[in-house]
T-cell receptor, first 113, second 114 residues
Framework: DQQVKQNSPSLSVQEGRISILNCDYT??????FLWYKKYPAEGPTFLIS?????DKNEDGRFTVFLNKSAKHLSLHIVPSQPGDSAVYFC????????????FGKGTKLSVKP | DGGITQSPKYLFRKEGQNVTLSCEQN?????MYWYRQDPGQGLRLIYY???????QKGDIAEGYSVSREKKESFPLTVTSAQKNPTAFYLC?????????????FGPGTRLTVL
């Protein structure tokens, strides 16, 4: 059973607009959440994270929102740029996972010029 | 500069042969990880090691083996027992001191078994 779910396999957005990528989790013991960006045939690169004591974390154009009661987090990219086109993975850890990450299946973002 | 290296980038093997994938890091991280990625799938954990000379099975360890004789190195062997070895393999490392630490990934190795 998937503990981290990214229900949208793909998302297409116009350049300059907002991209919103969503992630749901089932394990209430998760206390640390991360977003990674991945280009084809490359390793994922860390983008932004949030701990469960916060509900928002911002870094430049990237903001992650955490709704613990809904077990939901989202990544907002504003404004979206063509270089943001990649697969975005949501990951979670905690609840005795020893720092191991549980990944979602990813959402492929396409930003059109 | 520090980072994680994986070699080779592309690897081809015949069915039935064992193959070892290299992973080296100079970040002085204690924990290291091996993942497998298949098309349309997330990253699935094969093995992990929190400290030298110790490692644990992940979710899909069958058909794989690892060693952790040095802090910097965590090689993965894909054995002939692995039913579907063709995949993209990713190595990662993480600092274990402190509360929350992200994993850093290498560039990956694409293994194709013919």
């Amino acid at each position: 059973d998937q503990q981290v779910k990214q229900n949208s396999p793909s998302l297409s957005v116009q350049e300059g607009r907002i991209s919103i990528l969503n992630c749901d989790y089932t394990n209430s013991m998760f206390d640390y959440f991360l977003w990674y960006k991945k280009y084809p045939a490359e390793g994922p690169t860390f983008l932004i994270s949030i701990s469960s004591i916060k509900d928002k974390n911002e870094d430049g154009r990237f903001t992650v929102f955490l709704n613990k009661s809904a077990k939901h987090l989202s990544l907002h990219i504003v404004p979206s740029q063509p270089g943001d086109s990649a697969v975005y993975f949501c990951a979670a850890s905690g609840g005795g996972s020893q720092g191991n990450l549980i990944f979602g299946k990813g959402t492929k973002l396409s930003v059109k010029p | 500069d520090g980072g994680i290296t994986q070699s080779p980038k592309y690897l081809f093997r015949k069915e039935g042969q064992n193959v070892t994938l290299s992973c080296e890091q100079n970040l002085n991280h204690d924990a290291m990880y091996w993942y497998r990625q298949d098309p349309g799938q997330g990253l699935r954990l094969i093995y992990y090691s929190q400290i030298v000379n110790d490692f644990q099975k992940g979710d899909i360890a069958e058909g794989y083996s690892v060693s952790r004789e040095k802090k910097e190195s965590f090689p993965l062997t894909v054995t002939s027992a692995q039913k579907n070895p063709t995949a993209f393999y990713l190595c990662a490392s993480r600092r274990t001191s402190g509360t929350y630490n992200e994993q850093f990934f290498g560039p990956g190795t694409r293994l194709t078994v013919l």
